[in-house]
């Protein structure tokens, strides 16, 4: 059902004016990958050190800690270049992103790697709102950190592995 609409989409995509001129120029495809992987740094930077605090292995007084916070609008902004560059590159080859098991699957854990994410960072918040708390995130967090964390070396790992399928 899914398979004949992107083989659909992608022929669709291939015969535009911007798909064959993407086509033609290799550079642009290079400096694209380029700025897809620094936002890559930037969003991985900003999602490993709030999920670490969420863990409790970044604690409060650590040199880091700070700038967890401070990544947060960086990695709002990352993740649009992210989508701006991943489009440009889906629009230059259309079917070796879009009919790709593993780019699908990415697709797929990007969507529910951002939501535990997000939920993370709306926990966390509310726990360091409480200034007295010494309680420490409860379990529930702390699990889904975890697996915040497994999601998005798992999404770096699809990434690379497109390129080899
Ligand atoms: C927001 C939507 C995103 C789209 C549409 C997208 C799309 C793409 C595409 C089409 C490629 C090229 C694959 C190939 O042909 O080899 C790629 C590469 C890659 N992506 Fe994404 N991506 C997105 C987000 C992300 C995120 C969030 C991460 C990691 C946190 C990521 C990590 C990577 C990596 C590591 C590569 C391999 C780069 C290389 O080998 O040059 N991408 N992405």
Redesign the pocket.
């Given at each position: 059902m899914i398979n004949p609409f992107l083989k659909q989409l992608s022929l669709t995509i291939e015969q535009t004016a911007m798909s064959q001129s993407l086509q033609g120029v290799e550079w642009v495809v290079a400096v694209v990958?380029t700025i897809?992987?620094f936002?890559?740094c930037t969003?991985?930077t900003a999602?490993m050190l709030s999920n670490f605090k969420a863990l409790g292995v970044l604690k409060r007084g650590h040199v880091l800690y700070p700038l967890a916070s401070a990544l947060k609008g960086p990695a709002h902004i990352a993740?649009f270049i992210?989508?701006l560059?991943?489009?440009v590159?889906?629009i230059g080859?259309p079917a070796?992103?879009l009919l790709?098991p593993i780019?699908q699957l990415?697709?797929l854990l990007?969507l529910v790697?951002t939501v535990c994410s997000v939920n993370v960072a709306i926990q966390q918040k509310k726990f360091e709102n409480n200034f007295f708390s010494n309680s420490g995130n409860n379990l529930l967090q702390k699990l889904l950190a975890l697996i915040a964390i497994s999601l998005?070396i798992s999404?770096?790992f699809?990434?690379?592995w497109?390129?080899y399928t």
């Open positions: 990958q897809h992987i936002a890559v969003l991985m999602m993740l992210l989508l560059t991943g489009l590159m889906i080859e070796r992103a790709n780019f990415k697709m990007l790697a998005w999404i770096l699809a990434g690379r497109i390129a």
